[in-house]
């Protein structure tokens, strides 16, 4: 049942997501995009088990149904006894019951959960989100304009928490890890994304309405289908459940040919007119422009930063002291022109990257602070527990490394900074799991890929892609410039080599084959060992070979006087060789959007006439980490405030005063609702009171100290439990009210 | 002389600069570029009048060495005695080296300093440069593929140099002030930027070679011709030197026919090849490109960040409880696709900026924490003093507010914490100068305009735009949106204000104009205060006026009963209207290579033998704030290092280690080229030294002491002498070398 590797739930919080950054890597194998877009909504498999077992059910019921009814039907005609007929009634009506009830269960089975819980998802995120929209934490962008799907822009508190993730992740990364963090233009020549495989292969396939010219995704047209029809559908048998699955399995692994037989046989139309559809053809993703005045040198905005770091390989090895292992890093803008951006902030047009490219000896994979996450335990889903149906579980980093399941102690080592760096921000460890890529989701060249996948409304999103690329994307630039990117392991004594060398006799194949003696001549040198091995053994028993040059298109004679080759033994002082590179790359706006979701919680009033909205992030992200309120419009208590505001400027706490006259209670919640973690309220000129936002606690402290203690608990030297069990206790119940 | 003003003295250092952000604020308002790119690389007249008398006294000179040559030979035909020939030829010679002294005088006025002034700058800048690419500060992008013109890299030091920069930006704007921070993406739909003038006027005019189709820079040949005609022929007189200086003095103001027509009159030929060249035309300054699949929707990369700000207006006024003033900033990219980049990192086609709007009521532009900066003196460069070839000033910025030099306190504040930011960086005061904007420069609404220009080898160079730019860019993007972007001043009590009333009476016009009564209508709702009283005053006189409606392009005979004027009483509860903006933006990119260059300096090896280089960064600045050393190589001391290294990553210090058997003074040089203010040397396990970069002066130190003491220093806390006062001095002689 292959089409069940990786199962697919199609429920309308399933997605097709596809990892901001480089899953790009995966299907530059392919000609087609079979990896792209893996869709890796994965379920258990008992789920599917009881899903095909009771449409199974269903149909047998069905039939049950209408082999009764027709009973019925007979027992009237041959106007059999009342008694009779009521009894069959009756069987039939529970038949009909029956019928009902598995229709429900298999309603709930296909919408991927029971279906409060599908509602009560949709109806958390349109809290969450109303409540991030009404206080810009983002804008749709050009809103005056009616905006443009796929571009939003971060309002004051978004662009916080984002400065602070991005903060971190630099404190976390670049300095704790003394990587080389480099800072190249967005605006990139062809040349170098023709080299990547951008230019040729960075597509999706698209369909128009041949009417209006509307352009759609055709793979998520055909998702949209097949979802419907599973869901919908419930008359449709155990069989075309199955095939519709089978489809949407595949849905990443068809050719555009596949694609649109499959959009004809399905008659799929346009969403919008149901007009006909055109066949699929691919879109490139990336954002087209020019550089200079003449038009000549197209260029592209970049569609990922990774690039930017390659291409500088050879300057940053020498900045190193020409030594490995090092590793460098960028944070920037990415482009992407998608066909039809779905999803918020999870699938947009521009977004920030974070990129480490850790450069290493592919014969030495060892971390030096490995030993240092070895004992973390987290949610990892391997390649096989994915194969096999099974969900992700709670696995020792070390042992997932030491059995092989993680291929490498660098890769294992970031895996595990991924997920210190992601929990520290405020993400639920029991909502995050790192999900190895199957077999057929990586590139041929990769050695292993993880994602780090964060649950949340819209299902399991990739937000950081950690993968072994081995040395695919330095070759690539070697080839295309002509500039060797490579490293080098000096012996500390020379060693002795046994070297093929395969010398073409130049005067006898001038003689030979005349104006085409260099096509032989290079293509005896560019002969592999195995190949040279067989021309030695067959010359020497043969005298003569068949040899074909490509670049003749066509077989020549070698004769033994015409090439020697031979083994010799060199002397080596150096191993040269193309590095190996490492590569976690974070999606910052979706590591963002499921902090807020993670974060968002709401709480009835204290008259409980409302729910209020609060996010709790960790003082580290929290946009604003503490407001400041007079109890009552009072200028002595307003020139308290500010004395408190300039020490917390001084300790460079970011905060803001409330001098409206507003019920504290209200100021309260419009600074929960911020995540703001800590309010001081000056309520007197001696002491103040601060209050943590989760707990509603307030502790009383005097205006000298009440920066330094805010600034002790949002810099991490000390809990709010500290705090707590320090100071004197504020017990006026009225305080959020 | 109009043409001297401002005065362009054309040496090989002057330049063309442009501000990086909104000098197109001033361009917008005129149809030609003549403000686009100011020529501000003002001299003193002094100068330019030295250099015209000299230019008369070499005329007169090269006269009288003609009349006297004239004279030698009349003598000698006319065979005068030898004594009397011999005087005429000394009498010549003398009159000779007049001629050629005047001649190198000329030369040295010419070059803008004397010709050893202008070498020396060269010379320091070719160090700079050469110091800053070899240690990766920054790089041509793409350099494998040879590299596209205008785009860079920042390296690891120069991006750290980036990071720390942005990171003051945001503490000392964002954070002290409160501002409001946005992020907006970079690609940008047309209707914003044609609405913001972008798409109409942000071009720059370009000619063609007629034969290869190379493009170039109108003006740049232009200019070019005439600085070297001005510099290396010194046979032309005080009368052609006149011209061209006034050609370069309005060389911004020329349209494309008049820059057409200068060119074919001087002969320019394409630079490269000698071709004919095409006549002007504009060429946009934007990367275009097209959003989403369809290609109908075109879009551009951002020019300025700005804009993303303005459209967000409505919303961040309610953000702020809908309270002015407040200010909005964004730190981003911009991008503008030069015809032909120079001048390394100041003209390139992709730029971090930082810019801040200030919105605020026109009525009061007053600021709060004006008094905080009143006090500041520093170079100012007023307009008068440029009209009339005086330099610039240090000013008390209060005096210069309170005089209306400056045109209101909030602009003088921005003046002024602007002023503070700058130096704080590392930016050397004296090389550091506010020039206003001279009224050809400024568009007709803006109220005033200051740079805060930095002198470095290429000249004083634009790095900060100060502007007033009063309501135009939101009127702008209401005009284009139909989203009325106002402010509202609520009355604490109604205020009676008179108001005009017009009532067109509909039927008597019906009866009158049939089917035109709706354009005679609105024509008569349109007049303005003046209109309506002249008309009611004539119909009152006459009973009967011609009245023009443009709608129809004719006069209409308007009776008494067909509308009623008069003025009314009305009660207002608030006063509505369009905020004025004041504009502070940072062209990050140039201040960063403005501080290399303040940096920069060289000082002898130990051994004399050679220039070390030296980056005399702040800590604040500093790519990386501590190097660790252990002094010769030995597990101990390495042990040692590592654990000072692990106390500074806790205190946030960025360091680097250095265990290579490199000579200590070897790697102090190392540290010293990448502006590493502190290094700790390891040369026992107790204590260590600590060396300060600038003064090579060093102390002794407890291993657990040592981050604390970098810390301290770094983060501000105490200063070096603090601290050379308090710990042992380290005098091993032989440390640096």
Redesign the interface.
């Known amino acids: 049942m292959r089409f069940l590797i990786p199962l697919i739930y199609s429920s309308s919080t399933s997605g097709h997501y596809r990892i901001t950054s480089r899953l790009l890597s995966a299907y530059l194998t392919k000609p087609q995009r079979s990896t792209l877009h893996p869709s890796f909504n994965c379920q258990p498999p008992s789920m599917a088990a009881s899903e095909e077992s009771l449409r199974k059910a269903l149909a047998e019921k069905q039939s049950a149904v209408e082999a009764h009814g027709n009973a019925v039907r007979a027992l009237k005609a041959a106007k059999a006894s009342k008694s009779e007929i009521d009894a069959a009634i009756e069987a039939l009506n529970i038949l009909k019951l029956e019928k009902s009830s598995i229709e429900k269960q298999l309603q709930a089975a296909v919408s991927g959960s029971d279906g409060d819980g599908a509602l009560s998802r949709e109806a958390f995120r349109q809290a969450a989100v109303n409540t991030l929209e009404r ?2 934490f983002y ?1 749709p ?5 009616r905006g ?2 796929g ?6 508190p ?3 928490v ?2 602070n993730v991005l ?1 971190f992740w ?2 976390h990364f670049v ?2 890890e ?1 990587m ?10 062809e ?2 994304l023709k080299a990547s495989g951008h230019v040729d292969k960075f597509t999706d396939l ?1 369909v128009k309405d041949e009417k209006t ?3 759609y995704r055709a793979d998520h047209l055909l998702k949209d289908f097949c979802n419907e029809k599973l869901q919908k559908d419930l008359t449709i048998g155990a069989q075309k459940a199955a095939e519709l699955k089978h489809v949407l399995a595949t849905l990443d692994d068809l050719s555009a040919e596949a694609l649109g037989a499959k959009i004809k046989e399905y008659g799929i139309t346009a969403p919008d007119t149901k007009n006909p559809l055109s066949d699929p053809y691919p ?1 490139n993703l990336m ?8 038009g000549l ?1 197209p ?1 592209y ?1 970049r569609p990922e930063t990774a690039q ?1 770091i390659f ?2 390989f ?3 090895y020498y ?1 190193n ?1 020409n030594k490995l292992p090092f590793a ?1 890093a960028q944070i920037g ?1 990415a ?1 992407r ?1 998608e ?1 039809s951006p779905r999803q918020g902030l999870l699938r947009v ?2 977004f920030t990257l974070a990129e480490i490219e850790h450069f290493v000896d592919p014969e030495d994979k060892s971390h030096p602070k490995y030993s240092e996450v070895v004992d973390l335990e987290f949610l990892m889903f391997p390649r096989e527990e994915q194969m096999s149906g099974q969900s992700a579980k709670k696995i020792r980093l070390g042992d997932a490394v030491s059995k092989g399941t993680v291929n490498n102690e660098t890769l294992g080592y970031f895996i595990g900074r991924v997920y210190l760096f992601l929990t520290r921000l405020g993400i639920d460890k029991d909502r995050l799991r790192f999900r190895q890529h199957l077999a057929n989701e990586m590139a041929h060249y990769a050695a292993d890929c993880w994602d780090a996948e964060i649950e949340c409304s819209y299902g399991w999103i990739e937000c950081v892609g950690i993968a072994d690329r081995s040395a695919y994307d330095l070759r690539a ?1 070697s080839d ?2 002509g ?1 060797p ?1 490579v490293a080098a392991e000096k012996f500390s004594e020379p060693r002795e080599v046994e070297k093929l060398v395969i010398a073409p006799v130049k005067k006898e194949l001038g003689l030979a084959f005349k104006g085409s003696q260099k096509n032989v001549v290079e293509a005896l040198e560019a002969m592999n060992e195995k190949e040279a091995l067989e021309m030695k053994a067959a010359l020497e028993s043969k005298g003569e070979v068949e040899f074909y040059v490509c670049t003749l298109g066509k077989n020549v004679p070698i004769k033994k006087n015409m090439v020697s080759i031979s083994k010799e033994k060199k002397k080596e002082h150096q191993r040269v060789f193309t590095p190996s590179v490492i590569e976690p790359s974070f999606g910052i706006g979706r590591i963002i959007y499921c902090l807020f979701e993670h974060s968002f919680y709401t709480r009835p009033s204290k008259a409980g006439d409302e729910q209020l909205n609060v996010f709790r992030f960790p003082p580290l992200v929290a946009p604003i980490k503490c407001t400041v309120f007079p109890l009552v419009q009072n200028q002595q208590y307003e020139d308290v405030a500010k004395v408190i505001s300039k020490s917390l ?1 001084t300790a ?1 706490i ?1 905060h ?1 005063i409330d001098i ?1 006259g507003t019920s504290i209670g209200k100021r309260y919640a419009r600074t929960d609702e911020l995540g703001v973690p800590f309010a001081i309220t000056v309520d007197s000129t001696k002491d103040v009171t601060i209050r943590e936002r989760d707990s509603k606690l307030q502790v009383r402290v005097s205006v000298e100290e009440a920066a330094l203690v805010v600034k002790s608990v949002t810099d991490g030297l000390r809990t709010w439990e500290d705090v707590w069990e320090k100071y004197p206790h504020h017990t006026s119940g009225s305080a959020d009210d």
Do not use: W
């Open positions: 206080r810009l804008i962008s050009f809103k005056i304009y443009v799907a571009l939003y822009d971060y309002g004051p978004g662009c916080a984002k400065s903060a630099r404190q300095l704790e003394n080389l963090e480099v800072d190249c233009p967005c605006v990139t020549p040349v170098v698209m010219g509307t352009c879109f954002f087209q422009t020019s550089i200079g005045p003449s040198s260029g905005m930017g291409v500088n050879k300057d940053l900045y002291g460098a803008q482009f022109n066909i047009r521009e630039h295309k410039s500039v990117l400027t460079g970011s803001k409206t």
